[in-house]
């Protein structure tokens, strides 16, 4: 039964970052779910009813949960099951295809009226209800391939005879024997390059290193679209993305990764003259994010893995979307006028990315940064008015006389607008951040949306961290 047990103990849940339309379907399933899992431990079924309640959707205090779906398909249960096991399994499956069937039909309603992002956020609900519907998996850029769930990047890969190995990811035969002779060497190695579906990594860093690092990317951009696309696509790209057009990847994001920070500073010192403070960069007139490896001796660092994932949310908002010519100019350096804690605020908050054996979470309670923004708000003139903050351009930002406090303070702000009061102010807060990208700052941008003054804001912010169990 180990085989039993690891294909369905997978959690299959989402939150999406707006409610999606269905509501009571999605309670609906819920609930079914859950009286499922009851007549499960009444049987004396108990791993069925854990693996039942570990297929309900269920999201972290304060952040959200993106499964990850299973590369194999998982639809019968070993040969050696019992009858009550298979009946159990079949009525479980038929929830899921049932739920999942009623919003996939609303999904392409909305996109046949013209709702694209309405639509596109009712397949994503249809996805992680049942991942194995090959309609839904289509949405999202998969394909059933020899018995396993690929994208078209990968299976173009496949076909061109290159090797998915678990160090360095999808390599050419002969790239694969160069990775393997620099890792024993990496003085001999030069400059390698490794690229995934959405990136393009460039490295003088060990090639495992390397590897690893644009893995780690690649699920991010993966994540990072599940929570975000809405927000980077027309009406009319949803809507053709729900109905199964989907278009080849787009030019890949660029990185590139120093062995070192001495290395790292020669580079950057020549694009940014304050450079030296820095411990990794997005530079939007090279449309590429600069790092470089840590040092494993110095606890003062930030870690390459968080260093990364805060540069590349930069890049992805930045370079990711429908928005060209001057605008497209605008959007790369968001926020130099005001509301620039908000470009900085969303990216501290993605930082939290983590993976977990299920897929992959973000926010949450575990963050410095939203202990310190906590902490503060029961200091004297902890926080600044959010007012205040929101009037700060790119400058007068980076420049402030404690500029960490600004950063906290940012990133606890992004978690309060995503998850305060049961995410009431959620959609505001993406409508302010799709505006700011599009070149519309001005002070005023968030209290508008939210349609509440900043001064109520600022008592309820306190609220909030005052009230959430935030730890280290």
């Not at 809507?239 to 278009?247: M, Q, S, T, Y």
């Not at 420049?399 to 309060?416: I, Q």
């Not at 959609?427 to 509440?452: F, I, K, N």
Request: proline share 7%; hydrophobic share 40%; net charge neutral.
């Amino acid at each position: 039964m180990k085989i039993f047990l690891s294909a369905f103990l997978i959690l299959l849940s989402a939150v999406p970052l707006r409610a999606d339309p269905g509501e009571k379907d999605l309670e609906a399933y819920r609930a079914a779910m859950r009286a499922l899992a009851d007549r499960c431990r009444a049987d004396g079924m108990e791993l069925e009813a854990k693996v039942t309640e570990s297929r309900i959707w269920e999201d972290p205090p304060f952040g959200f949960f993106i499964p990850r779906p299973p590369r194999r398909p998982q639809t019968s249960l070993p040969d050696d099951a019992r009858p009550n096991q298979r009946a159990w399994f079949e009525k479980m499956r038929a929830i899921e295809k049932e739920y999942a069937g009623r919003f996939l039909t609303r999904a392409r309603e909305s996109a046949e009226a013209g709702e694209g992002r309405a639509g596109w956020r009712l397949a994503r609900t249809a996805f992680f209800i049942d991942p194995e519907n090959a309609e839904a998996r289509t949405v999202f850029g998969y394909r059933l391939r020899e018995g396993e769930w690929l994208r078209p990047w990968e299976i173009a890969r496949l076909e061109k005879g290159y090797l998915r190995d678990p160090r360095y990811g999808w390599v050419a035969p002969k790239e694969k024997e160069r990775l393997e002779a620099a890792s024993k060497d990496v003085s001999k190695s030069g400059k390698i390059r490794i690229e995934t579906e959405h990136f393009d990594l460039k490295t003088t860093a060990p090639p495992q290193t390397a590897a690893e690092l644009a893995a780690r990317l690649e699920e991010f951009y993966l994540a990072w679209e599940l929570l975000f696309c809405p927000m980077t696509v027309t009406e009319k790209e949803a809507a053709a993305l729900v109905l199964g057009k989907r278009d080849a990847p787009a030019a890949k994001h660029k990185v590139v990764l120093f062995r070192d920070r001495e290395e790292y500073l020669r580079e950057i010192l020549r694009l940014d003259a304050v450079g030296e403070i820095s411990s990794g960069g997005y530079f939007p007139d090279k449309k590429t994010v600069y790092l470089y490896q840590p040092d494993p001796e110095n606890g003062e660092e930030t870690p390459l893995e968080v260093m990364a994932v805060h540069e590349t949310a930069h890049q992805l908002f930045a370079e990711t979307g429908f928005i060209h010519g001057a605008a497209q100019r605008r959007r790369a350096d968001p926020g130099r006028e005001s509301q620039f804690w908000l470009t900085e605020g969303i990216a501290c908050y993605l930082e939290t990315f983590e993976k977990t054996p299920r897929g992959w979470t973000v926010g949450g309670l575990r963050s410095y940064r939203f202990v310190r923004a906590k902490e503060r708000a029961d200091e004297p003139n902890g926080l600044l008015p959010i007012g205040e903050l929101a009037a700060m351009g790119k400058e007068a930002f980076q420049r402030d006389a404690n500029p960490a406090k600004l950063y906290t303070e940012s990133a606890g702000l992004v978690s309060f607008f995503l998850h305060g009061e049961g995410g009431k102010y959620r959609g505001p807060l993406l409508e302010a951040l799709q505006t700011l990208y599009r070149g519309g700052e001005r002070p005023e941008l968030l209290e508008e949306a939210a349609g509440v003054p900043y001064r109520q804001l600022d008592g309820e912010f306190r609220a909030y961290l005052r009230a959430a169990p935030f730890t280290e």
